[in-house]
């Protein structure tokens, strides 16, 4: 008797669901993407956004509101106002904000399929139309966009790169997790140049307020990290396999299309690998897949990227080019001595973007390729030495028109043979929390760097690297 009392009970008290529509927008703003794909027609629905257009005719205005929120293939909203009905019509212009209430109805207009009848019109901030950077039917360039970075996101041109750049960092996360990778957030503030390059970015010391002398903040000399790779192989002798995505920094004094001082820095590690081979298919593995997701899922980000001109010539090629040839450096070397313009390349050199760009499209045929097992006197002290003694089992991937897109190595996990590269390089106090990996049964592990701007430019074919950040950071240049 109790059960079905309950099972009444139940039945009668269960409070109807709300419409999928409210129910589903509720605790955001509606926009207008929304409104497309739920179609709420004949609600009264509030939206806010920007003016891209404003006609007037005999006895209506016809807006175009723009929020952000649509694909490149929906324009804008066309919103219908009665002439005389809203008092702020006459002072709206181009890029103005406002507020709109009204209904959506079906479109008699053979080129749209519905349009808002407003109701109310809020003028929320006027805009300065003369001055305002991004004029009404404008050609947008690259070159002109990056002239005004904090308003270039208001272009239909940089919504397009900055919604692939936002699929390509979901998919890198969705590719390890699914892989039962271990997210870490390894530290920006640390006391070792990983790289070992001398660009670092120096935590100045700050004046005390007692005595007016100059105080460091840490007890030791602090820089701005140029990778979390250290950090990183702690976590992997605890996880096995872990990635971090952070910003990194580099006081790299250039202004080459490729040099950002800030920019963000994909870092694998993966316990248990012994064999470069194996590292170098883990790689690729990655970069096909996310490639994938990002051209599967932003087919109308890539279609406007077209229509200026902006081609991802390499995407099929990094898509369905069965290998990728490995090649090491004194192969390399061997190469480009054969050419006219590098005959005189001298040993343990390092290679230079003209060097790439040579090997990638004279000697590789505009492929992508890995050069494997430089020097160790060009490398890192942390990379792992092979049998040879004269070399390190690591690798660049050299993608077209780009140069060096990563680089990776399997670490040396080896305790006697690593203390004595610290000791021969008078590091071994600073770093003894790093030997300590080895001291107490380290794991070898292996692991790469990937910078994102410079994936996404591969991505895209975008050719300029402050393209692709929203406020780019690079030699005598730091604005907003």
């Known amino acids: 008797m109790l059960h079905c009392f309950l099972l009444r009970h139940l039945r009668y008290s269960t409070p109807k669901p709300l419409s999928s529509f409210r129910r589903s927008h509720s605790l955001y703003p509606l926009t207008i993407r929304e409104i497309f794909e739920q179609k709420p027609l004949n609600q009264s629905v509030n939206l806010t956004g920007y003016l891209l257009n404003i006609r007037k005719q005999k006895t209506h205005y016809f807006l175009d509101l723009f929020d952000g929120s649509l694909t490149n293939n929906q324009k804008h909203l066309q919103v219908v106002a009665p002439l005389n009905a809203h008092p702020s019509l006459p002072h709206l212009t181009y890029g103005c904000s406002v507020n709109i209430q009204g209904k959506l109805i079906p479109s008699d207009h053979p080129k749209q399929e519905y349009e808002f009848i407003a109701e109310q019109i809020k003028l929320i901030n006027s805009c300065d139309a003369s001055n305002y950077p991004f004029k009404p039917k404008s050609n947008e360039t690259l070159v002109t966009l990056r002239q005004d970075e904090h308003l270039r996101l208001r272009s239909k041109l940089s919504q397009a790169i900055f919604r692939l750049r936002s699929q390509l960092m979901y998919s890198i996360h969705e590719y390890f997790q699914e892989q039962r990778f271990i997210q870490i957030q390894t530290p920006c503030l640390t006391r070792n140049d990983c790289e070992g390059g001398g660009e670092t970015f120096r935590i100045q010391p700050y004046k005390s307020r007692t005595t007016g002398k100059d105080k460091e903040y840490f007890d030791t000399?602090?820089?701005?990290?140029?990778?979390?790779?250290?950090?990183?192989?702690?976590?992997?002798?605890?996880f096995g396999r872990v990635y971090t995505l952070n910003p990194t920094f580099r006081a790299?004094?250039?202004?080459?299309?490729?040099?950002?001082?800030?920019?963000?820095?994909?870092?694998v590690e993966v316990a248990g690998l012994t064999q470069l081979d194996k590292l170098l298919d883990i790689y690729v593995h990655?970069?096909?897949?996310v490639a994938g997701?990002?051209?599967?899922?932003?087919?109308?980000?890539?279609?406007?990227?077209?229509?200026?001109?902006?081609?991802?010539?390499?995407?099929?090629?990094?898509?369905?080019?069965?290998?990728?040839?490995r090649i090491t450096y004194q192969q390399a070397v061997e190469y480009l001595r054969k050419s006219a313009d590098f005959h005189q390349f001298s040993d343990n050199d390092d290679f230079t973007r003209a060097h790439e760009h040579y090997l990638c499209e004279t000697v590789m045929n505009n492929q992508a390729f890995f050069i494997i097992n430089y020097p160790k006197k060009l490398k890192p002290f942390y990379m792992l030495v092979n049998e040879d003694e004269s070399t390190v089992a690591n690798f660049d991937f050299i993608f077209p028109s780009i140069g060096e897109l990563s680089g990776g190595s399997l670490r040396e996990h080896r305790y006697e043979?690593?203390?004595?590269?610290?000791d021969e390089l008078d590091i071994t106090r600073d770093l003894q929390w790093y030997l300590d990996l080895r001291r107490f049964g380290g794991l070898p592990t292996g692991g790469f760097g990937l910078g994102i701007?410079?994936?996404l430019m591969a991505l895209t074919g975008i050719d300029n690297v402050r393209d692709v950040i929203l406020f780019p950071r690079y030699y005598r240049h730091c604005d907003a």
């Open 221 to 238: 000399q602090v820089y701005l990290t140029v990778s979390g790779q250290l950090h990183l192989e702690t976590a992997a002798n605890g």
């Open 286 to 289: 990655l970069l096909r897949t």
């Open 417 to 422: 043979q690593f203390k004595l590269c610290l």
């Open 252 to 267: 790299d004094k250039n202004f080459s299309r490729f040099h950002l001082a800030e920019f963000w820095m994909l870092e």
């Open 293 to 325: 997701q990002v051209h599967k899922k932003c087919s109308e980000e890539y279609k406007h990227l077209l229509t200026h001109n902006i081609q991802p010539k390499y995407l099929e090629q990094l898509l369905n080019q069965t290998e990728f040839p």
């Open 453 to 455: 701007e410079r994936f």
